[in-house]
Structure formats: C-alpha cells, structure tokens
C-alpha cells in the first residue's frame, strides 16, 4: 500500500528491512524449510551423485572400453558410500524433525528423497551390474532393477498411508533395503543367487514383515554399523591389504542380517499366537 506525506505530497516506500519481514511473514508456512528439511534434501542429493559416480566411473568406462578395475572400484566405493551417507541423512533428519519441528512439506519430501537414494540409486546399480559383470545378463538384471524400484515405490506408497503401531516398521526399511541389494552386488556371487536374493530383498520391502525402528541404542548401533561399513568400503577402494576379505564380511553380515531379522519377527509372531490361544483356552474352562 502506498502512502502519501499530505505536507510533501511524496510517497512513502517500506524500508528494506521492514519489506523483508513483511515478505517472510507473508511467506506460506508450507514453503519454510527446517533443519529437518534440510537434512532431507541432503539425502536426496547423496542420491543423485551416487547415480552419477555409478555412471561415470563404471558405465561409460565399460562402454567405451576404457575400463580400468581401480577406477571401477573406487567409483563404486563412492556410490555406496554416498547411499550409506543418504542413510545417515534419513536416520538424523526423522531425530531433528522429532526434537525441533518439522514443516508440512517434511514427509513427502522425506518420500521424494528415499525414493531417489534407496530406490533409484540401488536399482541403477543393480542394472549397471548386469551391464558389465562378465557372467550377468543385462535384460534380466534390468528386470531385477526394476522389481527393485517398484518394490521401493510401493513401500514409501503404503506407508505414507498405513498406520502402524508405534516403534515398528511394516516390511524392511528401505534403506535398510538398498544397502542389502549393493551389499548382494559387491558379494561377487554367480549371477543366478544374486538375482534370487535381489529379488527377496525386494520381496521383504513389501511384505509384512515387522522391523523396529532406529531409535535410542538400536539407532546408535545403526550408525556405528554405516561407519564402520564406509571404513571396509574405503578399504576396498584404495586396494588396502585385506581389503577385499573386509568388504566381502561386511556385506555377508548385511546379507546375513537382513535374513535373520524376518526370523526373528515370525518367531515372536507365532509365540504371540500361541500365547493368545493358550490365554483364549484358559479362560473357556470352567
């Protein structure tokens, strides 16, 4: 609004400061980032670059032939790590975002950026695996790439609209997830058992496998673990001595860790059944 000085007839224009709050008050509440936000779109960033390492570093190398294995190795190192940082980024922004605040726009960016780091990022790497693996066949690992996708998609789909009970996720998480399918990848196994366990790893995403959620000491472990696994892929990388035998048990211990959790959750869902009809049983008898 424009305001006119009766004695000087000149119009008065908002200072600059005073424009600037008027325009941050005016600001819509659902375009204000948080520190969690901020988090998030870290996230999303780890995504695109460990896409891009992948691409740069193993794929048009191999297309081009001018592959050399350090190269190769080093770009994969760095993709795996930059999802490994996706994963820090999700597990810190959901702890800020609890203890500050969260904007409107929080979950589905939250949704928007695991679908680039654990959906996009893992299933790329899957398809560029059967581009240049010796013993893999591309348009199969394509088709695994994309279970792998799709199975992520559906998974972020359910459960922006499931409600669970609290301190438990319905499948396995997917970050949990994309570090199990790169762990299935940098195993080096035949190619027949890396599809098969690819595709289960897909399978646990959306199934109704119960898994608990990071927090208090489970989500200190979680993170010592993602260090830890960046110490063994750096390792790796720069072709330290054991390096390789370092990496391979990582990522048998993800592998064998992602298998063993949906054990566990049956087990204790079948005691729990069991215990209910023992407690229905006890109570019809007179």
Sequence with gaps: ????????????????????????????????????????????????????????????????????????????????????????????????????????????????????????????????????????????????????????????????CVTLKDGMFQGMPSPFGALTVVSIVLLELPFVPTLLAIIGVAWLMVSRVEYPKPRGILAVAMLSWIVGAMGLLAAWAFDAPGGQLLLQTGCALQVVLGAVIPLFATARRVNTFRDNRREARAAQLP
């Design 1 to 160: 609004m424009t305001v006119v000085d009766p004695n000087t007839q000149a119009d008065w224009v908002p200072e600059a400061d005073e424009a600037g709050d008027t325009d941050a008050e005016d600001m819509p509440l659902s375009m204000r980032l948080s520190i969690a936000d901020t988090l998030t779109l870290g996230n999303a960033t780890c995504g695109f670059m460990a896409v891009y390492f992948t691409t740069t570093g193993i794929l048009i190398p191999h297309l081009t032939g001018s592959e050399e294995s350090g190269m190769a190795r080093h770009s994969a190192a760095t993709a795996v790590i930059l999802m490994l940082l996706a994963a820090i980024f999700d597990l810190f922004d959901g702890l800020v975002a609890r203890k500050l605040r969260s904007s409107p726009m929080g979950a589905e960016l939250d949704n928007l950026s695991d679908l680039i780091s654990f959906g996009l990022a893992p299933a790329y790497f899957v398809l560029v695996y059967g581009m240049v693996a010796d013993d893999a066949h591309q348009r199969v690992s394509a088709l695994a790439a994309i279970v792998v996708l799709l199975a992520v998609v559906l998974r972020l789909a359910r459960f922006s």
